[in-house]
């Protein structure tokens, strides 16, 4: 086994979204990140192990347990729909932490689906340490049922929470794409920290349209 893996036994798992999933397991002696980052992850089963997925924590470092918030692709079969069918008792091997998505200053948050994960664990330690004024998030999905863990965001950031429904229209949120009329309505002020994550090709247009509109680059935070 390679030194820097390790096993964790799985002890707790819910549902939070239709597809999405969340899984608490142990933690290893000694183990601490920063909230944001990520560790490589694979199923503890034969013809898994090598299948390795990164996934962000969403816990925060003090709490006696590791957690991640997971997102099903049930098409690809693949390593979310095997972490998926996995209960309490089952086990995964995690790795040492990395990452780039770091709190460096109160700023927007902008998300698209999973993309929201990074964020979690950052956003749980501002609001426990009373930091979360001057913070707003604005978070992408496709439907409403599709919002991961949107009760609880909406008790931390109130008014400073701004749901975008691209493929429905309830008239309870926005309805539309973050592009570039979007954000310019949005946001006063656009020399202020931006974080960014979602999938790949979001990234790339909302970091372009933030430049394009006076975003410094080195104000954007993302996980290259």
Not at 39 to 52: A, F, I, P, Q, R
Not at 63 to 77: A, C, Q, V
Not at 171 to 185: N, T
Request: proline fraction near 4%; hydrophobic fraction near 40%; include cysteine.
């Amino acid at each position: 086994m390679h030194a820097m893996e390790h096993i964790v036994r799985i002890i707790e798992t819910s549902q939070v979204t239709h597809d999405v999933k969340r899984f608490r397991f142990q933690k290893p002696a000694g183990y601490t990140f920063i909230p944001g980052q990520a560790t490589d992850v694979s199923v503890n089963k034969d013809g898994w192990k090598n299948e390795v997925r990164p996934f962000t924590f969403t816990s925060l470092n003090e709490y006696p347990y590791l957690e991640f918030t997971i997102k099903r692709y049930e098409s690809h079969n693949g390593v979310t729909d095997q972490i998926h069918q996995l209960k309490e008792g089952d086990e995964l091997l995690i790795r040492d932490v990395w990452g780039a998505i770091a709190y460096k200053g109160p700023g927007w948050f902008i998300a698209g689906g999973a993309g929201i994960t990074p964020f979690m664990a950052i956003l749980r330690r501002l609001h426990k340490d009373d930091q979360l004024l001057g913070n707003k998030l604005i978070y992408s999905n496709k439907t409403a049922a599709d919002i991961i863990y949107n009760d609880e965001l909406s008790a931390m950031l109130g008014a400073d929470f701004i749901n975008v429904l691209t493929r429905e229209d309830n008239g309870q949120y926005l309805h539309g794409r973050i592009d570039e009329a979007f954000l310019k309505k949005e946001i006063p002020d656009f020399s202020t920290h931006f974080y960014v994550c979602g999938p790949d090709k979001m990234i790339a247009n909302v970091n372009g349209i933030l430049t394009g509109l006076g975003a410094k680059a080195e104000t954007l935070v993302f996980e290259k």
